[in-house]
Structures are given as structure tokens and as C-alpha cells.
């Protein structure tokens, strides 16, 4: 009998114990751990903030992946040993066969000072309903939508929040100004300057400033304040700084800010243990970063899932990660862009933005709905 153990609940891993389940021996165990209880897209935030669909119709349970034959651990991870491949969950020390690390990017609010006392944080699911009550009640004004850190996870979501939240004030004749700021010189600089342009020019044309290189240091009462420069502001929603969580950090696999795999097969420098989604760094041609997106996460479940079930069956393992994705970024009017390609294509990532159209939208509820309903059922 073999065992592996899951750490964490997120895109990748789920996609992980999925197939793995599907994969291994009925006697193989496969265990996920997660302090959270349930699952939820990323992408809903802008939709319970707008007001356009609740939290609840896009969460599903953890707990139901047992009916899959997956036992699914809720708490937290105390400690990670992957020489052993071994893990503590609330000081309980569980040992496996394969370690897959799937935690993500953890929000570090804290590095900016005034953050947690003048923004909204937009990443954090449990200050949704916050926000919302707040863009509700709002009756006019500046509003600035910041970008405080890099990397970041879903790097389309500020400007689609910006463009959603420019559409949910018109509607209802509120008179704001929408600005968005961020460190970066483009948008979103892998998308190259014809995609950048497209989606900054979008924002020009409802209205909305867009301020590259703009590296925030502290928030003030009712002001931003940068290298050079203030920004003031009558609400302000931000996206805050990521960094890897402490316990990976202390557990040696992030020997650079972020844990290193082959890009190619997500394997560690540690036998059997994987690493997949937001918690890596992955390079791209151009040396920059691959993007923290959960359809990279999803890939890199699959592709561990099956290099892991090929090792126990004394396989040599054949899957590899290709980088090929897709992300939306709604634009409003009930439509959406859509960014897809090859990442990791070489020489240079291959990666085109396409719309907007209804088309594009009508995907991206379908993308939440297939996969809400194959992985956790009705």
C-alpha cells in the first residue's frame, strides 16, 4: 500500500488527489489537508463584490472529495521534513510515499504599513462581504485600486475589478473616479506591450487611470504614499504583497523566495516530493515568471498525479508540464477577454488576448461550473 499526502486544497490540490485517486490502487490512500473547509474560485471576488452572485453558490465542501475516496484532513500544517517525506498537521506527524506541496501564496498584508488599517483587501475571501457592504454604501468619490507586491496570484484581477466597478457605479449614477497603480511599467507585462495596450486602453476608454511604476510604501489616512508622491483616495481596495508561507519557507524547499521545481516534471530537489501552483517559481523563456493562476495549479496537480501513480506502478514517468493556459478578464456589458497560450513555449512565451465578447464569458461561468460539479458533484 502506498500513501500520498496533499498539502493544501486549492486548485492544484484538488486536481491532484483527483487524479490520483483515479490513478492509484483502491488500497493506495490519498490525503488532503487543508485548514480551510471549503473550496472556492478565485475569480468569484469581483462578482460578491459587485453584488452579481453570493460567496456560497460558487463554495463547495472539502469534505465532499471523501465520497471520492480521498481522505480529506482539515488543519493546519505545523511542519514540513520533505528528506523524510514526512509532515506535521496541528503536531501530528503524518509520513507517505510522495509529497505533494500545493499551499499557495500567502497574503502578507503586513509588509505595507497602514495597510491593514486603510484598505480592503481584496484577496482575502473573508473580507468580500466587507468590501461589498462598502462599494454598496459608497456615494461618491475617488477610488483606487492598488497592486502592492509582485508576484501575485490571478494577475488580471484588479484591472477587471476596476472595469466591473466602473460599470456598478454608472448603473446607479454614482460619481467616482477609478484609478488602479502598480509597480510594474505595463498592465501586465507578460502579455507583451500589444496585450498591455489593449487591456489599458480598455480602461482608458471607460475612464479609468491607470498608473504603472508605482510602488506604494505605506498607507496613510486617506492617502497612498510612494517613492515620490501621494495618491489620495476616498476608498481604496488592494491587492497586498505575496510571499511563500512560513512553513515551506522553513522547511528548506524555498531556497529563492519561492520553491524551485523542474519546470518540467514539478519535482523538487527532494525525491517524490512535488511542488505545483502558486507556491513555485517557474521561469519563462524570457525569464520572467510564470503568472500565479489556478489553471497552471490545475496542470501541475494533474501532471504530479500521474508521475507519482507511473513511479508506484516502477513506471518510468512520462507526463510533463507544457505551461499552456487560459485566464478571463471580464470587461463589463456581459463580456470578457480572454488570455490564453503557451507560457513556457520557447524561444518566447506564445501568448495572444483575445475579445471582448459574450462568447468569452458565457466560457468562463461554464470553466466554475464544470468544475464545481466534477470535483465536489451536485
Given at each position: 500500500?502506498?500513501?500520498?499526502?496533499?498539502?493544501?486544497?486549492?486548485?492544484?490540490?484538488?486536481?491532484?488527489?483527483?487524479?490520483?485517486?483515479?490513478?492509484?490502487?483502491?488500497?493506495?490512500?490519498?490525503?488532503?489537508?487543508?485548514?480551510?473547509?471549503?473550496?472556492?474560485?478565485?475569480?468569484?471576488?469581483?462578482?460578491?463584490?459587485?453584488?452579481?452572485?453570493?460567496?456560497?453558490?460558487?463554495?463547495?465542501?472539502?469534505?465532499?472529495?471523501?465520497?471520492?475516496?480521498?481522505?480529506?484532513?482539515?488543519?493546519?500544517v505545523t511542519a514540513i521534513d520533505p528528506a523524510a517525506r514526512a509532515v506535521e498537521v496541528d503536531g501530528r506527524r503524518l509520513e507517505a510515499d510522495a509529497l505533494v506541496i500545493a499551499l499557495g501564496a500567502e497574503l502578507a498584508p503586513d509588509q505595507i504599513p497602514g495597510f491593514a488599517e486603510h484598505a480592503l483587501n481584496f484577496y482575502a475571501?473573508?473580507?468580500?462581504?466587507?468590501?461589498?457592504?462598502a462599494v454598496k454604501n459608497f456615494r461618491g468619490g475617488r477610488v483606487l485600486i492598488g497592486i502592492f507586491g509582485l508576484p501575485y496570484k490571478c494577475p488580471p484581477a484588479p484591472f477587471e475589478l476596476a472595469l466591473l466597478l466602473d460599470e456598478f457605479f454608472r448603473d446607479r449614477g454614482v460619481p467616482v473616479t477609478i484609478e488602479v497603480f502598480g509597480p510594474q511599467p505595463m498592465a501586465i507585462p507578460v502579455l507583451g506591450p500589444a496585450g498591455c495596450a489593449a487591456i489599458e486602453g480598455r480602461l482608458a476608454a471607460r475612464g479609468i487611470t491607470f498608473l504603472p511604476n508605482h510602488r506604494?510604501?505605506?498607507?496613510?489616512?486617506?492617502?497612498?504614499?510612494?517613492?515620490?508622491?501621494?495618491?489620495?483616495?476616498?476608498?481604496?481596495?488592494?491587492?497586498?504583497?505575496?510571499?511563500?508561507?512560513?512553513?515551506?519557507?522553513?522547511?528548506?524547499?524555498?531556497?529563492?523566495?519561492?520553491?524551485?521545481?523542474?519546470?518540467?516534471?514539478?519535482?523538487?530537489?527532494?525525491?517524490?516530493?512535488?511542488?505545483?501552483?502558486?507556491?513555485?517559481?517557474?521561469?519563462?523563456?524570457?525569464?520572467?515568471?510564470?503568472?500565479?493562476?489556478?489553471?497552471?495549479?490545475?496542470?501541475?496537480?494533474e501532471v504530479a498525479a500521474a508521475r507519482i501513480a507511473a513511479r508506484f506502478a516502477g513506471r518510468q514517468p512520462e507526463e510533463t508540464?507544457?505551461?499552456?493556459?487560459?485566464?478571463?478578464?471580464?470587461?463589463?456589458?456581459?463580456?470578457?477577454?480572454?488570455?490564453?497560450?503557451?507560457?513556457?513555449?520557447?524561444?518566447?512565451?506564445?501568448?495572444?488576448?483575445?475579445?471582448?465578447?459574450?462568447?468569452?464569458?458565457?466560457?468562463?461561468?461554464?470553466?466554475?461550473?464544470r468544475r464545481l460539479e466534477t470535483w465536489f458533484g451536485d
Open positions: 500500500m502506498h500513501r500520498v499526502i496533499i498539502l493544501g486544497g486549492g486548485f492544484g490540490g484538488v486536481a491532484a488527489a483527483l487524479n490520483l485517486r483515479a490513478r492509484l490502487a483502491a488500497a493506495d490512500e490519498v490525503i488532503l489537508v487543508d485548514r480551510r473547509t471549503h473550496f472556492m474560485m478565485g475569480f468569484r471576488k469581483s462578482w460578491v463584490i459587485t453584488g452579481r452572485s453570493p460567496a456560497d453558490e460558487g463554495r463547495r465542501p472539502l469534505a465532499a472529495l471523501e465520497q471520492r475516496g480521498i481522505r480529506v484532513l482539515n488543519g493546519t475571501p473573508e473580507e468580500l462581504p466587507r468590501i461589498a457592504d506604494a510604501t505605506r498607507i496613510e489616512a486617506g492617502e497612498v504614499v510612494f517613492g515620490r508622491g501621494r495618491r489620495t483616495f476616498d476608498l481604496l481596495i488592494g491587492v497586498p504583497p505575496h510571499r511563500v508561507p512560513a512553513v515551506v519557507s522553513r522547511s528548506g524547499l524555498a531556497t529563492n523566495g519561492w520553491v524551485t521545481v523542474n519546470p518540467e516534471t514539478l519535482e523538487t530537489g527532494f525525491p517524490d516530493v512535488y511542488a505545483i501552483g502558486d507556491v513555485t517559481e517557474v521561469l519563462m523563456a524570457d525569464g520572467r515568471p510564470l503568472p500565479k493562476a489556478g489553471v497552471f495549479a490545475e496542470a501541475g496537480g508540464f507544457a505551461g499552456n493556459g487560459h485566464c478571463y478578464l471580464e470587461v463589463g456589458g456581459g463580456e470578457a477577454m480572454v488570455v490564453r497560450g503557451g507560457f513556457l513555449a520557447k524561444p518566447a512565451p506564445a501568448i495572444e488576448v483575445l475579445g471582448p465578447s459574450p462568447g468569452y464569458l458565457r466560457e468562463k461561468y461554464e470553466f466554475e461550473r
